[in-house]
């Protein structure tokens, strides 16, 4: 079985220098532990499909991404959010994942949101979180 979308995306993310840098390896599928050390980034799929032409599957996908820049304040979670977009928008090319590997053929951003969570007791403040989404085209193994 080949690498899965999700698993590449996270790989070009762990291997961008900025991103590296600020979560310091704190990149998440779904949701962060709990209590996890800030700031950090969340990854989900929230879309997709497979091409289709006559002749039956064309090998081509699309997946929607969705990351989440979290952080206790919004300057290092926009600051975070434009550092995945610069190692995200407009990359193209093969992402090796253990032994296998994934073609992506494009990747662009395609919107983006920012948000407070919580609080969810007196003594908490809430979390600045940035989503943007990332729509990815890819080949099929």
């Not at 032994?99 to 003594?123: H, Y």
């Amino acid at each position: 079985m080949g690498a899965t979308v999700e698993q590449a995306i996270r790989t070009v993310l762990a291997a961008d220098e900025t991103v590296l840098a600020a979560v310091v390896g704190r990149i998440y599928p779904q949701k962060a532990p709990q209590n996890a050390d800030m700031p950090y980034l969340v990854y989900h799929r929230i879309g997709g499909e497979s091409m289709h032409h006559l002749g039956g599957a064309a090998g081509l996908a699309y997946a929607r991404i969705q990351i989440d820049a979290v952080s206790t304040n919004y300057t290092t979670a926009k600051s975070l959010a434009i550092a995945i977009r610069g190692a995200l928008h407009a990359y193209q090319g093969t992402v090796t994942v253990g032994e296998s590997t994934l073609k992506i053929q494009s990747c662009f951003r395609d919107g983006e949101t920012d948000g407070l969570v919580g609080p969810n007791d007196a003594g908490d403040t809430g979390v600045c979180q940035i989503s943007q989404d990332f729509q990815i085209g890819f080949t099929e193994a």
